[in-house]
C-alpha cells in the first residue's frame, strides 16, 4: 500500500529534470496527473481529449522513441478496477485514432497498474502508454519498458 501523501516513485526517475519536478510534486503532494494539476507540471501540448482519457506527449520519453504518448485518466485511478464504465473502450479509440494519424506501422503499447513501489511507474495515478521505436536507433538496442 503506498502513502497517500505520495504520488510519484522518485526511484524510477530517468531524469534529473523529471526527478526534480517529481520532489516538487512530492512536497507539494498532489498527484501530477489529476485534472487540476496536469498544466502545473505537465509542459506537453494535449493532443485530444475525450470523456475518461487525455492524449499527451510524454514529458521524458523513453530513450529510443520516435513517439511516445501518454493516454492519461481524467480522474484519478490507481488500478484497473477503478476505471468507469465505457474508459477501455475510449482508450480503444484514442489509441487508433493515434495510429491513423501518425500513421504508426508498429509499436507498442503498455500500462501499469496498481502500487508505484513495487510497478515500475513514476506516477501511480493510471496512464497509459503508446511507444513507437525510433528508426534510427542502434540496432543492438531495445526500447525499454519497466514493470517492477
Not at 89 to 114: C, H, P, S
Amino acid at each position: 500500500m503506498r502513502d497517500k501523501d505520495k504520488f510519484v516513485n522518485l526511484n524510477n526517475a530517468r531524469y534529473d529534470e523529471q526527478r526534480q519536478v517529481m520532489q516538487n510534486i512530492e512536497k507539494n503532494q498532489e498527484c501530477p496527473f489529476c485534472p487540476e494539476n496536469l498544466s502545473k507540471y505537465h509542459k506537453k501540448e494535449i493532443v485530444k481529449r475525450g470523456k475518461f482519457w487525455v492524449l499527451t506527449y510524454n514529458q521524458w520519453p523513453y530513450k529510443y522513441t520516435d513517439i511516445h504518448l501518454l493516454a492519461i485518466a481524467t480522474y484519478h485511478a490507481e488500478k484497473l478496477s477503478e476505471l468507469k464504465e465505457g474508459a477501455f473502450d475510449e482508450l480503444q479509440e484514442l489509441m487508433v485514432w493515434a495510429e491513423r494519424k501518425y500513421n504508426i506501422v508498429t509499436g507498442g503499447f503498455a500500462m501499469r497498474f496498481g502500487d508505484v513501489s513495487s510497478n515500475g511507474a513514476t506516477v501511480d495515478h493510471l496512464h497509459a502508454h503508446l511507444i513507437v521505436p525510433s528508426k534510427d536507433k542502434p540496432k543492438d538496442e531495445k526500447v525499454r519498458f519497466k514493470i517492477s
